[in-house]
């Protein structure tokens, strides 16, 4: 069965320090990936995703994802996090149907200042 | 250019009553998608539908829900007689072509229904 797995269901780290969100996904076919944000009290928001080109992704507030094919991963990173980084962060692929997409179980990035 | 809207926002329901969730997709967005979300999961697809067609509601529990999306008016997801394992976080999403890829999903805030 197709899948998505998030380690990581809380990740604490310090203000400005890096942190790194993990994301594993299960499929036989081509995929699309997104990392969606969802801030206290809010929806979810696109942060990037991966279609096809550049393996490596970026968003306007310094996330970065890799898709690695050979190990079915899409981490998210950000090399120094501010508090306003506090969220949910989830992991979605979209497989074969494309429109249909499967979500991991998220995971909250906790900045302790 | 407002996003998806979704209301009400909290809704409270005895066992047994109706509960009917309103999503107003993107202006332009023909596409609409309903999602749910239980506690400490992600979120499940439940039903896909464009205007005046359910395309696909692989997703959505035989019995006691349904969903629609008029030619007129919001999609409305329709949960009847509810029950506690209802509760839970509902999400709709609208695109403006059908898939998930280049132009991607945008998400309402959610609808929190809490049956008691």
Request: net charge positive.
């Amino acid at each position: 069965a197709q899948s998505v797995t998030q380690l990581d269901s809380q990740v604490p780290v310090f203000e400005e320090a890096p942190v790194e969100l993990r994301c594993n996904y299960s499929s036989s076919v081509s995929v699309y990936l997104f990392w969606y944000v969802q801030y206290p009290n809010q929806g979810l928001q696109l942060l990037l995703k991966y279609l096809s080109g550049s393996t490596l992704v970026e968003s306007i507030n310094g996330f970065e994802a890799e898709f690695n094919k050979s190990q079915t991963s899409f981490h998210l990173r950000k090399p120094s996090v501010h508090i306003s980084d506090t969220a949910e962060y989830f992991c979605a692929v979209s497989m074969d149907s494309n429109y249909q997409l499967i979500w991991g179980a998220g995971t909250k990035l906790i900045i302790k200042p | 250019n407002a996003g998806v809207m979704q209301n009400p926002r909290h809704l409270v329901r005895r066992r047994g009553q109706e509960a009917r969730l309103r999503c107003s997709p993107m202006k332009g967005h023909s596409h609409v998608y309903w999602y749910r979300q239980l506690p400490e999961e992600g979120l499940k697809f439940m039903v896909y539908l464009q205007k005046e067609n359910i395309i696909d509601e692989s997703g959505m529990p035989k019995e006691r829900f349904s969903a629609e999306f008029p030619k007129e008016g919001p999609s409305i997801l329709r949960i009847q007689q509810v029950v506690r394992g209802d509760s839970a976080a509902y999400f709709c999403a609208s695109s403006r072509t059908g898939g998930a890829g280049s132009y991607g999903y945008t998400f309402g805030s959610g609808t929190r229904l809490t049956v008691v």
